[in-house]
Each structure stands twice: as C-alpha cells, then as structure tokens.
C-alpha cells in the first residue's frame, strides 16, 4: 500500500470512474493523476469490499466508507487525534506558514496522527463551512477588500421632510476580517478619499494591496488585465506605500471577501437600524459605530475569535504604519499652458515659463498648494488662490518684452488715462478686461495714451468713445481714427455736432435787437 493514502475526495473519484463509468487503471490513473500501481491497489479494495454503483448511503460517510476498504488498517483515521483545526486556519494566514510545516509541527506533537494528505483533506473538510470570504486564507497585512454598500439607511431633512438614502463606506481585512464601516451621503471622489483615510486610521496601518470593487470614482476604467485608477486615488495609494489591484470583473473570487462584508454589516448594522429615522449624519455616524464595535467583538463561531481577537493576534503587527501625516486630499489635472504662459485651476491661472506654451502639464491642487508637474518633475509650486479671473504671476517666467512692463500696472495706467478723460479711462480698463491677462493689454493701452503727444485730449476722448461703441479695443483703430478725423463723425444715433460760430467785431450779439 502508498506510504500516503489518497483522500478521500480522490478516492471516491476513483470509484465513481470505476463503476459508474467503466474506466479502466490506466484510464483512472490517468484521470486522477496518480501511478497505475496505486490505482490497481485501490481497485482490489473496491473488488474485495464488494462495493456497487450507486453507494449505499450509509457510505456518505467517510469514516464508514474508510472503515469498509481498510479494514485491516490498525489505527483508522477517524480514531487518530486531529489537531485544532481553528488554530491551524489562523496559522495559515502567517507570513511565509505552509500546510507542510504545520503537519510537520503537528507530527512532532503527535506521532500517530493524520498523513500529510489526510491533514490536507481534513482541513478541507473542516473549512468548507466557513463563508467565502473566511476560507479565503489571505495572508496577514496583505490586503483590504472595499466597496459601498448597495442598501443603506434613510436621512430625513428635519425642516423640509426630504429623505436621502445614506449607504455604507465599508474596508474588510483580509487575514482577520476586521470590518471598517462608515455611512457616506454621497459617493464621489472626495469622499472616496476620506473614507480611506478614516479606515486606516481606524486600523492604525495600511496593508500592502487595497482591493476595491472598481467603483467609478475609483477606477476610471475597469479591466482585468490593466485597469485605469484615478489620478487622486493613485496620489493616495502611493502616500500610504500601498498597491491598488481592482477585483477583476466577471471575478466573484476576487471580490467576496468584501460582498460577504458587506453582507455581514446589512443584517448586524443595517437591519438593526432599518426602523431608526435619522435626522442629521453625526447622529447616524454615532449609531453605526457603535454596532460596528459590537460586530468586530462579536465571536466568529467556527473560529472560535472575534474578529477585533484575531486582528490583534496575528494582523496588526503584519500592517504597515502609517505616514505621519495622514493623506491631504489633492485634485489632478492637465492643463495645457495658455498664450499669456499661464495654467488655470478653479478660475485661477498661474505662470509656467514662457518657453512651455502650447505643452500640457500636470497639475496637483490641495485646499493649500497648486503644484505643476512636467513630465513627472515637479517645476513650480504656489500657496492656492481663490480670487476667480485674477492672475498669480512670476517674473522669471515671463519674456524679456514683458518685463519691461512689469513696473506698469493696471491701476497706474487707468489713473494716468482718466487725465485725459472718462471715455479714455473707460478705453484703457476695455483693453485690459479683453486679454486673457491684463499685462497683454499693456502695450495697446500704452499705444492710447501716447497719442496725446500729437491730438488733443478733445480728440481722444472722441476717437475713444468711438472705438467703445464699435469694439474695436486696439490702438491701432483709435490712431486710425484720429488721422483719418473719424472721430469727428456722430456715432451711431446721434446728431451731428452744430459747430460754434466764431466771435469777432461782424458779430451782432443778441443785445443788437433790444
């Protein structure tokens, strides 16, 4: 006979071949993968045990049947001390723990225990009750399962009666099952992000792989070979050290540690608070937490440990710990730079160097800093405005024309057009408000007011109005106009200009006839 005897699962494989099937050894051994010699053996048992097809059912039994076909065995399996089968579950999921070494240690303990095989098939056996997601032996510290609930609770407007369905933020780990729960009113990217956050603070770690369900606010685009993460979400993973592999569509495998969870959270958090109405998320975040612990205590029966036990036990020392600062949620962009050389983010634009118009660029924005990235490296980094429409601009990134500009400003050339009048001053501020930068209209405003150095002021109050009417914001047109005496035409709807008689002695006054 085998030093090592067959499990039983193959063994009755090798039966059902046998009579069901009619297969010869060779076939069966074939089949089976396993030598012809031992096929033969087994198949004289079978003979010798008269057995027929279909079994009797009182042979369902492993033991009964293994007592039919060993009879002369004198230490049966059945009769042979199994070790703690709980315990041996746990080991397993310990860096670097093999079946092998366990049976080892277990045969040091207990010289006529189980052969190699029968601890395989017996923990098997044993195991194959536990739910998916506990017979998954995933290794401590290794990963996190996370998804959104799809059920949830009802938040009712105190004033208005409105009711919003809140749902579940939920983070499983997969050595301990140690469940993270948290209700999310919304389920966009900067909630994402913080809920991953919180999660790990509440672990106080990070494992090495997150797996989430391929949200969209997490995975731009699902795959199973090369699934497209969102910028933000990336920037996160990387902050903590961790790697994102994304449950493979059409996969249930991959993702049932987390659906088991978020089973478990729906009959011990949901349905216990599915008759609670809620008026405001602190309240609700109260009520979940509070059951989330009692769930983390609660024992696991097969495994005879709650989860926040095993956690402790054999996963919190496998966690990676976590930065000292937790992660600063950080928008991502590619603007392309403009023709002033400027980038915007939120309605705000910020320089780049002249030489990148026309390139686009990374951007990374924090409720505190704007930082642009080219080609990986980071070339510049501001304190965040929130001014819409207004311009933050660095010297050293503007051409050697502009910067003879720099010491005029928008302030100082209005001031210096209201000197010649209102409608030159409303010209100037038109010119600037035009350009996508006011610094782009310096040089036309510029072009305006040197013009009082050959018209008078009536002249270019004239040709500014004018130029305001038409839109024609360039000084190019008020010079135009000036030379060609355009300015001194009625605009548009308006009566020409009678012109002022001259005074002299021919002149009679209005006295002349009183």
């Known amino acids: 006979m085998a030093a090592e005897r067959l499990p039983m699962r193959k063994l009755r494989e090798v039966i059902r071949l046998r009579l069901q099937a009619g297969q010869s050894g060779r076939a069966i051994a074939r089949a089976c993968g396993i030598s012809s010699s031992t096929v033969s053996e087994y198949l004289g048992r079978i003979a010798l045990a008269g057995l027929g097809w279909p079994l009797l059912p009182e042979l369902d039994d492993d033991a009964a049947l293994e ?96 009711c919003q369905t809140v749902v579940l933020f939920l983070a499983v780990l997969g050595a301990s099952n140690l469940t993270y729960a948290e209700p999310v009113l919304n389920q966009d990217l900067p909630t994402w992000i913080g809920c991953h956050v919180r999660a790990l603070e509440y672990f106080g770690g990070t494992t090495e792989i997150w797996v989430p369900d391929n949200p969209r606010v997490g995975v731009t685009k699902a795959s199973k070979y090369e699934p497209v993460l969102n910028r933000t979400y990336e920037d996160l993973a990387g902050h903590y050290g961790a790697a994102v592999i994304p449950a493979r569509p059409y996969k249930p495998r991959d993702k049932a540690k987390v659906e088991v969870g978020v089973l478990i959270a729906s009959r011990w958090i ?68 403009d023709l002033s050389y400027h980038v915007e983010h939120d309605d705000h634009f910020y320089s780049v160097h002249y030489s990148l118009i026309g390139e686009q660029l990374d951007l990374r924005a924090t409720e505190a800093t704007v930082e642009i990235f080219r080609r990986g490296t980071r070339i510049d980094s501001y304190p965040r405005s929130y001014a819409k429409g207004k311009y933050t601009t660095r010297k050293e990134h503007m051409p050697r024309a502009h910067l003879d500009q720099v010491e005029w400003t928008p302030e100082r050339l209005t001031d210096w057009a209201t000197k010649t009048g209102p409608q030159t001053a409303a010209l100037v501020e038109a010119i600037m408000a035009s350009k996508g930068h006011p610094q782009q209209g310096f040089k036309a405003c510029l072009g305006v007011l040197r013009l009082a150095k050959q018209y008078p002021a009536q002249r270019i109050e004239r040709a500014a109005a004018r130029a305001l009417h038409f839109r024609t914001l ?18 548009p709807g308006q009566e020409e200009p009678q012109q002022a008689l001259p005074l002299h002695e021919n002149i009679r006054g209005g006295r002349y006839y009183h």
């Open 270 to 337: 949901l349905a216990v608070l599915r008759n609670r109405i809620f008026y405001s998320m602190e309240e609700m975040r109260v009520a979940v937490a509070e059951l989330l612990e009692k769930l983390n205590h609660r024992q696991m029966r097969r495994l005879k440990k709650s989860r926040r036990e095993l956690f402790e036990e054999i996963e919190r020392a496998a966690m990676k710990p976590l930065p000292v600062r937790p992660y600063e949620y950080a928008e991502w962009a590619r603007p392309r730079v």
């Open 67 to 162: 007592r039919l076909l060993f009879p002369d065995e004198r230490h049966p399996v059945s009769n042979r001390p199994e070790p703690e089968w709980s315990f041996i579950h746990r080991e397993l999921q310990r860096r670097h723990v093999t079946k092998q070494l366990l049976w080892q240690e277990y045969k040091e303990a207990t010289p006529g225990g189980l052969q190699y095989s029968q601890f395989c098939d017996r923990y098997l056996r044993w195991a194959k009750p536990l739910s998916a997601t506990m017979r998954q032996a995933h290794r401590v510290g290794e990963k996190a399962f996370i998804d959104f609930s799809g059920s949830g609770l009802d938040l009712v407007h105190p004033v208005t009666g409105e």
């Open 474 to 491: 360039n000084s190019g047109s008020v010079a135009s106009m000036l030379k060609n005496n355009l300015d001194q035409l009625p605009l």
